[in-house]
C-alpha cells in the first residue's frame, strides 16, 4: 500500500479588520472579516517538510490589511478581487485563490429632528454608527490564472409579519399534530446567496437592490407556505435584476406558538405567542435567471 497527498490548500482566516474612511467631516466604515486558502505547488512542504515555496500565513494576514489600506473598498467583491490578484501576481507557486468576505453592517445613528433643513457638518452624528443585529454582507471568490467567480450573498436578515400567512392542505398522518391555519405568524433568518452573468458592475448597489427585493416580497406576498414566499423572492430578484444569474435562498422557519389561554378563561385572538428556536423547519431553494425556456 501507498499513501498519495491527494490535494492541499492552506492560509489564514478570519482576518478581521475595520476600515476607515475619513471624507472631510464625514466619514465611512467597512468592518469586514476575511478567510483566505491559498492551491498551488505545495506539495513539497507536505512530503519533504520543504518551506521554500510557503508563503505564511501570518504574511498573509499583513497582506489583507496593506491592500485594505492601498484600496478604497467600495465593495467586498472588489476589495477580494484586488486581493486574489495580488497573490497571483507576486507567487507563481500560487495556481488558485479562494476568499471568503464577511461584511458587518454599519449604519450612521441619524435621529436628527426632521425638521431640520441643514446638517449641521460637525454633527456628532456624522461620525457615530449603529449595527443592526447580526446582519451581514458576504462574499466569495474563486479565482485562477485563467478565470474568476465572484458570488455574493447576506445573512442572518431577520424579518417578521404578524399576519398574511398560513398554512392549510398538507399531508396529515397518525403523527400528525399541526393544525392548519389561515393566518400565523411568519418570521425567518434569510439567508441569500447569487451568482452573477457579469462582473463589471456595482456590487453594492446589487447588493442593495436584492435585499430590498427580499424585503419588500416577504412583506408583501400573501404566502400559503415558506416555499411559496421563498420562490417568490427569487423570481422576484431574478426578474428585476437582470446581472443575477441565480439566487440561492434559504429561510429556516422562526416559530411563534399560539399560547393556550383558554386554561385561564380567556381569548387568544393571535396576540399571545411563545418564541421557540428549536426545533424549527428548514427551507431552502436555487431560483435561476431562464429567457424562452432556456437556463442563461
Not at 50 to 78: C, Q, R
Not at 145 to 157: A, M, T
Not at 188 to 204: L, N
Amino acid at each position: 500500500m501507498k499513501s498519495v497527498l491527494e490535494k492541499n490548500n492552506y492560509g489564514k482566516s478570519s482576518v478581521r479588520v475595520l476600515k476607515v474612511k475619513r471624507t472631510g467631516l464625514i466619514h465611512d466604515i467597512t468592518e469586514v472579516s476575511i478567510d483566505v486558502q491559498l492551491k498551488g505547488d505545495f506539495d513539497d512542504v507536505h512530503l519533504k517538510g520543504d518551506n521554500s515555496k510557503v508563503l505564511p500565513t501570518d504574511t498573509i494576514k499583513n497582506t489583507v490589511y496593506v491592500l485594505a489600506k492601498e484600496n478604497p473598498m467600495n465593495s467586498i467583491e472588489e476589495f477580494c478581487l484586488y486581493l486574489g490578484n495580488y497573490f497571483l501576481d507576486n507567487n507563481i507557486q500560487i495556481s488558485e485563490v479562494r476568499i471568503k468576505a464577511v461584511e458587518k453592517i454599519w449604519k450612521r445613528i441619524n435621529i436628527h429632528d426632521s425638521s431640520e433643513k441643514e446638517i449641521n457638518q460637525h454633527h456628532p452624528h456624522n461620525h457615530s454608527f449603529i449595527s443592526p443585529g447580526n446582519e451581514t454582507r458576504n462574499c466569495s471568490l474563486k479565482i485562477s490564472r485563467d478565470e474568476y467567480k465572484i458570488k455574493s450573498g447576506l445573512n442572518n436578515l431577520l424579518v417578521l409579519k404578524t399576519t398574511n400567512s398560513g398554512f392549510e392542505g398538507f399531508i396529515k398522518d397518525k403523527y400528525t399534530t399541526l393544525l392548519e391555519t389561515k393566518d400565523r405568524i411568519f418570521s425567518t433568518s434569510i439567508k441569500a446567496e447569487w451568482k452573477y452573468f457579469k462582473y463589471d458592475i456595482d456590487f453594492r448597489s446589487i447588493h442593495d437592490t436584492v435585499r430590498n427585493l427580499l424585503l419588500n416580497t416577504f412583506a408583501e406576498h400573501s404566502s400559503l407556505s415558506v416555499q411559496q414566499t421563498l420562490y417568490e423572492c427569487g423570481k422576484k430578484v431574478t426578474e428585476q435584476c437582470p446581472e443575477v444569474k441565480e439566487i440561492f435562498i434559504s429561510m429556516p422557519n422562526k416559530h411563534y406558538l399560539k399560547f393556550d389561554l383558554d386554561r385561564f378563561d380567556l381569548d387568544n385572538f393571535n396576540e399571545i405567542f411563545i418564541p421557540t428556536d428549536e426545533p424549527y423547519g428548514l427551507i431552502e431553494g436555487v431560483v435561476k435567471n431562464v429567457k424562452n425556456g432556456k437556463e442563461q
